[in-house]
T-cell receptor
Framework: AAGVIQSPRHLIKEKRETATLKCYPI?????VYWYQQGPGQDPQFLIS???????DKGSIPDRFSAQQFSDYHSELNMSSLELGDSALYFC?????????????FGPGTRLTVT | DQQVKQNSPSLSVQEGRISILNCDYT??????FLWYKKYPAEGPTFLIS?????DKNEDGRFTVFLNKSAKHLSLHIVPSQPGDSAVYFC????????????FGEGTQLTVNP
């Protein structure tokens, strides 16, 4: 079965640079979520989109922005990167319209800021 | 403020025995709960979920129990297999309509052959 695809899998950036993370949800899934997992921590919710509209917003820095496109893929844009942004970034998707609410996660993008 | 807590950072069991992973929550608005398994360098894998209208949900070797009055849930794995060795996360959501998940800290399960 198709899973959530994230690219790139690994990304190394320097401080103050920008990064763009991409997420391709499971086909027919209508909701995309972004989570950040720091070293030794649990995943923390950043932002979500339902049918291409922002549906919820968590502890996402103002330096970060995200959107969901007409083909349902989503991009997380991160600017003015800081050392503390080094983390695993997970995208998840769900098929909210179906009434099933479990979220399926991608393999993650490991961002390292030097 | 950790709204979902997994107080055991690690658990070790013998193959074939039962594994019981516990999770407590503090937010009364949570009414949908999920368990995920995570291997290193991979994303969390959905295992099983339960809504607050139930107290038990079973799927193969995995059973989740929910005690709403105690704000406690547990995941039972019977029989445990070495391939079950992974980090298990408990997660909760305030509604079933696709809201954000709040995760616990995770429990490292090791199943010894």
């Amino acid at each position: 079965a198709a899973g959530v695809i994230q690219s790139p899998r690994h990304l190394i950036k320097e401080k103050r640079e920008t990064a763009t993370l991409k997420c391709y949800p499971i086909p027919r899934h209508d909701t995309v979520y972004w989570y950040q997992q720091g070293p030794g921590q649990d995943p923390q919710f950043l932002i979500s989109f339902y049918e291409k509209m922002q549906s919820d917003k968590g502890s996402i820095p103002d330096r970060f922005s995200a959107q969901q496109f007409s083909d349902y893929h989503s991009e997380l844009n991160m600017s003015s990167l800081e050392l503390g942004d080094s983390a695993l970034y997970f995208c998840a998707s769900s098929f909210r319209t179906s009434g099933r609410y479990e979220q399926y996660f991608g393999p993650g993008t490991r961002l390292t800021v030097t | 403020d950790q709204q979902v807590k997994q107080n055991s950072p690690s658990l070790s069991v013998q193959e074939g025995r039962i594994s019981i992973l516990n999770c407590d929550y503090t937010n009364s608005m949570f009414d949908y709960f999920l368990w995920y398994k995570k291997y290193p360098a991979e994303g969390p894998t959905f295992l099983i979920s339960i809504s607050s209208i139930k107290d038990k949900n079973e799927d193969g070797r995995f059973t989740v129990f929910l005690n709403k009055s105690a704000k406690h849930l547990s995941l039972h794995i019977v029989p445990s297999q070495p391939g079950d060795s992974a980090v298990y996360f408990c997660a909760a959501s305030p509604e079933t309509s696709g809201s954000r998940l709040t995760f616990g800290e995770g429990t490292q399960l090791t199943v010894n052959p």
